[in-house]
């Protein structure tokens, strides 16, 4: 006799993860993470994580990738407590009904919106910055109220390790739990239906994600990648410029989203930007950048022979000394690269920086319109009309003037991308309504049903006319002669 299966359970009747998620949901529909009081003490628990977890957090990342203890501190910790707090702090407002215009016909009525949580939601993290792209999501889901599964990336094996075996204890086990394994585990996690999805990762995984959520509906926060371009105007402080362009690219041995991925310039500026750009690796790890200890390493071998394989374009200026053992790629620089070669075909995802010579600002912008919308658009400029023309010309999630990578310290400012590059955004309060249902609220009196006659059957030349002037919109600043 064959077993009955729930509707719309058939082919996860053998998943391993159905009892967890239906667990998940049983405690969201106990209405249990709705409280504030649940929220501020999930929120502040997660803090204390952070607190008395620090040092082993700074030891798996320096065994996943040998990240500098600083970049990890600041990156990993000191942003993901800086969100903690800033929710803390906001969620008592962030909860509240959300009161909205009315017309004439909804006078007398009240109306709002009520941020309510979706449900059980998934987030999958990469390797880059595995503590942290987990975390930050998870602060706006549970500050919105949702029980939660976090799948870290199996990459970063360390910090894996260490969130499946110490944040449950922090956290509410009924509500909120961490599931550990590579592509196998997460097919068979996005199986089932969840109430929300958010991923980051790449763009390819990213298409496979949408699939999956496409099977259920679920909606989904995609936080993708891309090449950020930067160009870099004739008249710059170049000095400067390297120090800042360095930093952006190095900074987690290049394994950011948002790092300046290749930089458009003159040829004259690219040739005064290379000793800028030498001068500036020297400052900062000395002259052999293998024996700082601020410069990671790259997080594994496969992605380490992806890089390597891209020091074979343009010429390389600056670097390209690699260590297959180590993991180790020098901070690089590739002069006159052209756009049909391999560095410019994907994310570089390591401390390579190409340069691409073009010979005007309107040539820049051509070649960056001419290719997927990226995760930021970056411009070196003393002339403010030139910045300007740059984010009036160009499509990016974010947009950075005369610096890399800092737009996203400001929790202000919503972080995502557009197009290939991602689908939604996070940070701050931004966070809390992409975990967050907005659902319209009109509640109305069971009185004073003359005035609702006007819309009943049977119709009228005069009902029209009287609901036309209760409820239609005007436009500003017209008037009508009668």
Known sequence: ???????????????????????????????????????????????????????????????????????????????????????????????????????????????????????????????????????????????????????????????????????????????????????????QLLENKFDYIFFTGSPQVGKIMMAAAAKHLTPLTLELGGKNPCYVADESNLQNVANRLVWGRCFNAGQTCIAPDYVLCSAETQEKLLPALRSAITQFFGPDPRESPDFARIISDKQFQRIRALLGSGRVAIGGQTDEKERYIAPTVLADVQPSEPAMQEEIFGPVLPIVTVPNVDEAIALINSRERPLAVYVFASDSKLVHRVLEQTSSGGFGANDSMMQMMLLSLPFGGI????????????????????????????????????RYPPYSERKMGLLTSASEIKRKGTCTLL
């Not at 309060?429 to 009196?445: E, G, I, Q, V």
Request: hydrophobic share 40%; charged share 20%; proline share 6%.
């Open 1 to 187: 006799k064959q077993p009955r299966l729930v509707p719309g359970t058939e082919g996860i009747s053998m998943n391993p993860y159905v009892g967890l998620v239906s667990s998940l949901r049983a405690a969201w529909l106990s209405g249990k993470t709705r409280a504030a009081e649940h929220r501020v003490s999930q929120l502040e628990a997660l803090g204390r994580f952070l607190d008395d977890k620090k040092q082993p957090i700074l030891d798996a990342m320096a065994s996943d990738m040998r990240k500098p203890p600083l970049e990890a501190e600041l990156s990993e910790i000191i942003l993901v407590k800086n969100q903690v707090n800033y929710a803390l702090n906001n969620l008592s407002s962030w909860m509240k009904d959300e009161g909205v215009d009315k017309n004439l016909v909804t006078q007398l009525d009240t109306a709002f919106i009520r941020k309510e949580p979706y449900g059980v939601v998934l987030i999958i993290a990469p390797w880059n910055y595995p503590l942290h792209l987990i975390l930050v999501p998870l602060v706006g889901a549970i500050a919105a109220g949702n029980c939660v599964i976090i799948k870290p990336s199996e990459i970063s094996s360390r910090t894996e390790k260490l969130l499946a075996e110490t944040l449950p204890s922090y956290l509410d086990k009924d509500c909120f739990a961490v599931v550990t394994g590579g592509p196998a585990e997460t097919t």
């Open 419 to 454: 197009g290939s590059s991602g689908l939604g955004s996070y940070h701050g309060k931004f966070s809390f309504d992409t975990f967050s249902h907005h659902r319209a609220c009109l509640l109305r009196s069971m009185g004073l049903e003359p005035m609702n006659a006007l």
